[in-house]
């Protein structure tokens, strides 16, 4: 049973000082890699744990479905293993633990995490490479945080008001996950998880901070459907193109930007070198996507920024959120969004 005592982060809106105390922790991933084999001992049947990606707590419980090749599926191309009508669901929504399945015959299949949205845990499709081969197979589950706070900060840490924002410099931005959630059935307490509610119950209020604090356990995560996968070369970071949907912070201007030097909407935009957000223009908006997992288990995550603006143009607002990546160059789908700036 878990019984940690965490202090509660003071809101984003408080950012005088910081950057002292911020820091990102984020981890190079990607969709596509081979998920990891626990054991390769030679077996006669393939077995599956699941480990939640932020806290490592066994949730093996969370229902997957097991997507197999067809009888005439081929594998010429490398879009073949995307195309989803050269397989069907062996498996439908089953605990993971509860599984035990010969997969020797196959060379790829896929996992479907929590088809039926019955967890906090997101879709996510990960790929399997049996190769002819059993194994005991482990994989993560992502549990995306139910909002991403921000704000934007000056050189001089004086929160910024993006509305006709058209100050040349450099500036910070700061976000963060909520610290208590109000959202009861994102805890992860209850029915499957390792403190049941009538241990949670029993806890004290202070024990009972970590389970309202989203940091200890949700993150936000680039996600993968291959449903939604066109097999194209991306004009974007190449680990975006191993992704479907991504979190991002989506900048909007008053007209379509142009990178174009001497054009009357031009606008320079420099992300600093440690973020791992890629900067995509589309149209009035600006988006700057995640490639790699978010966690904010140490505190308030920042991006550093450099903006020049053209005479005619101007930042009007910035939201945090979600994106379809659809791979076909830089096009992007409807932008879902989480919070706006300093909400």
Known sequence: MKTKEKKRTALLAVIIGALAISAVVLFFYSPWSPVNLTSTTPADRSSFTIDAYIDGEDVSWVPISLWTPTASATFEDVEDIYTMTNFQETTA??????????????????????????????????????????????????????????????????????????????????????????????????????????????????????????????????????????????????????????????????????????????????LTDNAPFEAVISGAYMYLIAYSPINFLSGINQIGFEISYAANITMSDIDSGNVPIEQSGNALGTFAKLSDIAA
Request: glycine residues 4%; contains cysteine.
């Open 93 to 270: 929504s089953v605990p993971g633990s509860s599984i035990s399945i010969d997969l020797s015959s196959y060379e790829y299949v896929w996992v479907q995490m929590d088809p039926d949205a019955e967890t906090p845990f997101a879709e996510d499709w990960q790929l399997l490479y049996p190769n002819g081969e059993n194994g005991a197979y482990n994989l993560y589950a992502k549990d995306p945080t139910t909002d991403v706070n921000f704000n934007v900060a000056d050189e001089s840490m004086n929160e910024v008001t993006v509305a006709d924002h058209q100050t040349d410099g450099n500036y910070t931005l700061l976000y963060d996950c909520p610290h208590y959630t109000t959202t009861a059935a994102q805890m992860h307490y209850g029915t499957n998880w390792e403190t049941t509610a009538t241990e949670f119950a029993a806890l004290t209020t202070a024990q009972k901070q970590w389970f309202y604090d989203e940091k200890n356990y949700a993150g936000q995560f680039g996600l993968f459907d291959p449903n939604d996968f066109v097999y194209k070369t991306t004009l974007m970071h190449p680990v975006l193109a191993s992704m479907t949907n991504a979190f991002a912070f989506k900048i909007t201007f008053n007209d379509t930007i142009s990178v174009v030097d001497g054009a009357a909407t031009q606008v320079n935009f420099t």
